[in-house]
C-alpha cells in the first residue's frame, strides 16, 4: 500500500510540474490573433523570417476568419492581443474589456462599385444600394466617404451584409450598386471590374491598430518590446525587397490569389507608431452619435505608449 501511495504521489507530482512547465512555457509566447489583411504582413515575415527568434521572443500567429471569434478569443483570454479596427476596439473598452492599442496597423479599405452600376465617383452614390456591415469599420469609412462629398448617409440605401465574401458576390451580380472591402477582396473585385471610389488613406485616417490586454501588457513588456524590434526589421525587410521575395506570405498568410500578388494594394509600412489622436477622435465621435457607447467615455485611456516612443 506505501509503494502504491508513494507511485501515486510522485504520479501526481510529476503531473503537477509538468502543468507549471506547460504553463510557463505558453506564457513564454506572445499570442496574437489576426485574421487575412494588409496589417498582417510584417509579422507574418517577422515569423517566416526568424526575426522573432532572433530577437528573444516566441509568438504564435493565430489566424481567424471571423472578426467575432477573435473578438471572443481576446474577452476570454486566450490570445494576448490582436489586430484589430479602432471601431472595435473603443466599443469593447467602453464595454468593460481591458484592453489597451500599443501601435496603428496598415488595414486596406476602399467603397468599391460594381462593373454594371454605371457609378464612377463618390458623388453618384446618392439614393444607391451600398451593402455594409452595422456598427463596424466598413460602416465607419461609408459614412466618412460619403460626408467628403457632402452626402448625409442617411441619402442612401443600405443593405446589412456582415460577411465580406457575400458582398463581394452581391457587387459583382449586380445585388448591390456599391461596397466596402479590406483586401484582397478589393483586387479580385477590381480584376472583375469594380471601380474603386474611395480608400481610408486617401480620406486621410487610419482605422486598425494592435491592441493587449492590460494584463499582459504587465505579464509580458519585454516580449512586446521585442516583438517591435522585429517588427521594424520586417518592414526594412519590405522597402528593400520586391514582392516576389514575399509572394508567398501573400499567398498563404494573406489569402491573396497568385495571380494578384503583385497588383494587392499595400500600404506604405512604417516603423512601429502610434495611432494619431485625430483618428481615435473621429472614431469615437462617430460611435458616440450612433449611441454604441456612452457620452461621457473618455478616449484618452486607449493608448499605452511605453513601447513606442511618440
Same mark, same amino acid.
Given at each position: 500500500?506505501?509503494?502504491?501511495?508513494?507511485?501515486?504521489?510522485?504520479?501526481?507530482?510529476?503531473?503537477?510540474?509538468?502543468?507549471?512547465?506547460?504553463?510557463?512555457?505558453?506564457?513564454?509566447?506572445?499570442?496574437?490573433?489576426?485574421?487575412?489583411?494588409?496589417?498582417?504582413?510584417?509579422?507574418?515575415?517577422?515569423?517566416?523570417?526568424?526575426?522573432?527568434?532572433?530577437?528573444?521572443?516566441?509568438?504564435?500567429?493565430?489566424?481567424?476568419?471571423?472578426?467575432?471569434?477573435?473578438?471572443?478569443?481576446?474577452?476570454?483570454?486566450?490570445?494576448?492581443?490582436?489586430?484589430?479596427?479602432?471601431?472595435?476596439?473603443?466599443?469593447?473598452?467602453?464595454?468593460?474589456?481591458?484592453?489597451?492599442?500599443?501601435?496603428?496597423?496598415?488595414?486596406?479599405?476602399?467603397?468599391?462599385?460594381?462593373?454594371?452600376?454605371?457609378?464612377?465617383?463618390?458623388?453618384? &452614390?446618392?439614393?444607391?444600394?451600398? *451593402? #455594409?456591415?452595422?456598427?463596424?469599420?466598413?460602416?465607419? =469609412? +461609408?459614412?466618412?466617404? !460619403?460626408?467628403?462629398?457632402?452626402?448625409?448617409?442617411?441619402?442612401?440605401?443600405?443593405?446589412?451584409?456582415?460577411?465580406?465574401?457575400?458582398?463581394?458576390?452581391?457587387?459583382?451580380?449586380?445585388?448591390?450598386?456599391?461596397?466596402?472591402?479590406?483586401?484582397?477582396?478589393?483586387?479580385?473585385?477590381?480584376?472583375?471590374?469594380?471601380?474603386?471610389?474611395?480608400?481610408?488613406?486617401?480620406?486621410?485616417?487610419?482605422?486598425?491598430?494592435?491592441?493587449?490586454?492590460?494584463?499582459?501588457?504587465?505579464?509580458?513588456?519585454?516580449?512586446?518590446?521585442?516583438?517591435?524590434?522585429?517588427?521594424?526589421?520586417?518592414?526594412?525587410?519590405?522597402?528593400?525587397?520586391?514582392?516576389?521575395?514575399?509572394?508567398?506570405?501573400?499567398?498563404?498568410?494573406?489569402?491573396?490569389?497568385?495571380?494578384?500578388?503583385?497588383?494587392?494594394? &499595400?500600404?506604405?509600412?512604417?516603423? *512601429? #507608431?502610434?495611432?494619431?489622436?485625430?483618428?481615435?477622435? =473621429? +472614431?469615437?465621435?462617430? !460611435?458616440?452619435?450612433?449611441?454604441?457607447?456612452?457620452?461621457?467615455?473618455?478616449?484618452?485611456?486607449?493608448?499605452?505608449?511605453?513601447?513606442?516612443?511618440?
Amino acid at each position: 500500500m506505501k509503494k502504491y501511495l508513494a507511485g501515486i504521489l510522485f504520479l501526481s507530482l510529476s503531473l503537477t510540474l509538468n502543468g507549471c512547465m506547460s504553463k510557463n512555457k505558453k506564457d513564454d509566447t506572445l499570442i496574437i490573433g489576426v485574421m487575412s489583411s494588409a496589417d498582417l504582413l510584417p509579422y507574418s515575415i517577422a515569423q517566416q523570417n526568424g526575426l522573432f527568434e532572433k530577437n528573444g521572443i516566441k509568438v504564435k500567429i493565430q489566424k481567424f476568419y471571423s472578426a467575432n471569434d477573435r473578438d471572443a478569443a481576446l474577452q476570454t483570454g486566450n490570445i494576448d492581443g490582436s489586430i484589430i479596427d479602432l471601431t472595435g476596439t473603443i466599443l469593447q473598452k467602453a464595454n468593460g474589456i481591458d484592453l489597451q492599442i500599443t501601435s496603428k496597423e496598415y488595414g486596406v479599405f476602399h467603397i468599391l462599385a460594381g462593373k454594371n452600376s454605371g457609378i464612377q465617383t463618390l458623388q453618384e &452614390l446618392k439614393n444607391r444600394k451600398i *451593402a #455594409s456591415s452595422k456598427n463596424t469599420v466598413i460602416d465607419f =469609412i +461609408t459614412d466618412l466617404a !460619403l460626408e467628403s462629398v457632402g452626402i448625409n448617409p442617411s441619402e442612401i440605401h443600405r443593405q446589412e451584409i456582415n460577411k465580406i465574401p457575400i458582398r463581394l458576390e452581391m457587387l459583382q451580380n449586380g445585388q448591390t450598386d456599391a461596397t466596402g472591402l479590406p483586401e484582397p477582396f478589393i483586387s479580385i473585385a477590381l480584376q472583375n471590374g469594380a471601380t474603386s471610389l474611395a480608400n481610408i488613406q486617401d480620406l486621410g485616417y487610419n482605422a486598425t491598430c494592435m491592441v493587449f490586454r492590460t494584463s499582459i501588457i504587465s505579464e509580458k513588456q519585454q516580449q512586446i518590446q521585442a516583438m517591435y524590434k522585429a517588427y521594424n526589421e520586417a518592414v526594412e525587410f519590405i522597402h528593400s525587397s520586391t514582392r516576389a521575395e514575399y509572394k508567398n506570405i501573400l499567398t498563404k498568410d494573406l489569402s491573396v490569389p497568385e495571380n494578384l500578388t503583385e497588383r494587392i494594394f &499595400l500600404p506604405d509600412y512604417e516603423f *512601429a #507608431s502610434l495611432p494619431t489622436g485625430k483618428d481615435i477622435n =473621429i +472614431t469615437t465621435k462617430w !460611435l458616440k452619435e450612433k449611441n454604441l457607447i456612452p457620452e461621457n467615455f473618455e478616449s484618452d485611456v486607449l493608448v499605452n505608449n511605453q513601447f513606442i516612443e511618440p
